[in-house]
């Protein structure tokens, strides 16, 4: 089987070489004065590939040399752009797209919440940019430079200035530039040799590149089938972080005890922290001197007497003042709390016809079999008028009949707020004309 042989005779799978070229020439000048000077004859000659070499920085240098400002803001500005546009897509992408998951009612995708991952990513790429921006216009990195190979270059990092011109300069001509750079009078004029070397890649690069490629691939066809199929397996923990903790938990054995319980029981007279509640008037509507004798689940709704009879709440030692200073400021935030809470069923006006009771009334009226709706009594009616304080403050506590029970929502304070407008409402729903001052009822009596 015959080998493929090229035009010039080599056989395809034989090495080619390239003999030395001629890459530029480099000329050495005495000092920066002549080597000011030469730059900018060069450069009005209209030379475009060419440079400077000095031992330490020229002022004014790059610009006898005509070097533009270079390009790197505007390429760290692109990956600035490109990293904050990666860092929006990302987070809308994971929030508002592919796992939407809705934490305290906030939007899916927020600007502000974003800001500090945009930011960082602004930054990261930014770095980027200016390290391989920096290295890509600098021509970085290079396995040698053929400048190296010149004797006289080596004095360049002493004090040596050189001017060298590149034969990739589209005004290079190898008999022309020579004569130019002679008439500029350097101390010396070397021609600058591209030695010859293989032109092709060695063999081994190939395979080397498709072997990373297929490793590199593996990472990510092992993340995307782990993501599209379940598994019973526990995923690895490289950092355990708090996801295992050497805690005691709930209905556990521990050998810590003698009993082996890992939940250990209440301390006989002890109270946990801010449960110690020794005023029995703010805390539970009752009179101080007399709350040691009751039995706190009697005052549960529906409580039952040791003989079987209903317990009689009215009978209990209730104060009949309100443990707070009553003042405009408590009325405000009693009004405000009851609006809230109170008035969706008892209104606004407190006669029971809050928007739930008309909505469950309307609904009633036309779907007779879905059960019975009880309205709740109006607050102005006798039995409620007739409760004292206590007693309203512990149903606001506990619940009573079909109302739940409030005390986990609403601090004691604010239920004392809403007990004192709820009096205020039953003053004002009870009241007669002769509650009117009289400097009011004149205009009153003009109006109806």
Not at 13 to 37: C, I, N, T, W
Not at 45 to 54: E, M, Q
Not at 70 to 93: E, H, K, N, S, Y
Not at 117 to 137: H, K, P, Q, R, T
């Amino acid at each position: 089987m015959s080998a493929v042989v090229d035009p010039h005779g080599h056989s395809a799978d034989a090495p080619v070489h390239r003999k030395p070229e001629l890459a530029g020439y480099v000329a050495r000048f005495s000092g920066q004065k002549s080597l000011m000077e030469a730059a900018r004859k060069t450069r009005d000659a209209g030379f475009k590939r060419f440079d400077c070499y000095v031992p330490y920085p020229i002022h004014g240098l790059d610009h006898a040399m005509g070097m533009k400002p270079t390009r790197l803001p505007f390429i760290v500005l692109g990956c600035a752009v490109v990293g904050l546009l990666t860092a929006v897509l990302l987070q809308w992408f994971t929030n508002a797209f592919d796992y939407k998951y809705i934490i305290s009612g906030k939007p899916y995708m927020s600007i502000p919440s974003s800001m500090p991952v945009n930011f960082e990513l602004a930054v990261l790429f930014s770095a980027f940019g200016a390290l391989f921006g920096m290295l890509a216009l600098n021509q970085l990195p290079k396995f040698y430079n053929r400048l190296f190979l010149l004797d006289p270059f080596q004095k360049v990092t002493t004090n040596g200035f050189f001017l060298g011109i590149e034969a990739a300069d589209p005004k290079f001509h190898s008999q022309d530039t020579k004569a130019f750079l002679e008439n500029l009078k350097p101390l010396e004029l070397t021609p600058c040799m591209e030695p010859h070397a293989d032109a092709r890649l060695p063999r081994v690069i190939a395979p080397i590149a498709v072997l990373l490629l297929v490793v590199g691939l593996i990472p990510l066809v092992l993340a995307a089938r782990m993501r599209a199929m379940p598994s019973n397996v526990p995923r690895i923990e490289l950092i355990h972080d708090m996801d295992f903790q050497p805690k005691l938990k709930t209905q556990r054995f521990s050998s810590m005890f003698a009993d082996g319980r890992g939940m250990r029981p209440v301390i006989a007279g002890t109270l946990a922290r801010g449960d110690l509640r020794a005023d029995a008037a703010f805390y539970e509507g009752l009179i101080p001197d007399q709350a040691d004798g009751v039995d706190r689940a009697l005052l549960l709704p529906n409580a039952k007497n040791p003989d079987g009879t209903t317990v009689q709440l009215d009978q209990m030692p209730w104060v009949s003042e309100i443990p707070l200073p009553v003042d405009a400021a408590l009325m405000e935030r009693g009004r405000e709390r009851y609006n809230i809470y109170c008035s969706v069923c008892h209104g606004l006006t407190g006669k029971g016809d809050g928007l739930v009771t008309l909505r469950a009334m309307e609904l009633q009226r036309g779907s007779p079999g879905i059960g019975t709706w009880i309205n709740p009594i109006s607050l102005s009616a006798d039995p409620i008028r007739q409760q004292r304080v206590g007693q309203l403050f512990n149903s606001i506590t506990h619940g009573v009949r079909k109302m739940p029970a409030y005390g986990s929502q609403i601090p004691e304070s604010d239920r004392w707020a809403i007990v004192l407008y709820v009096r205020a409402l039953q003053r004002a729903g009870s009241g007669t004309l002769e509650d009117v001052p009289e400097e009011l009822k004149a205009g009153l009596t003009a109006a109806e």
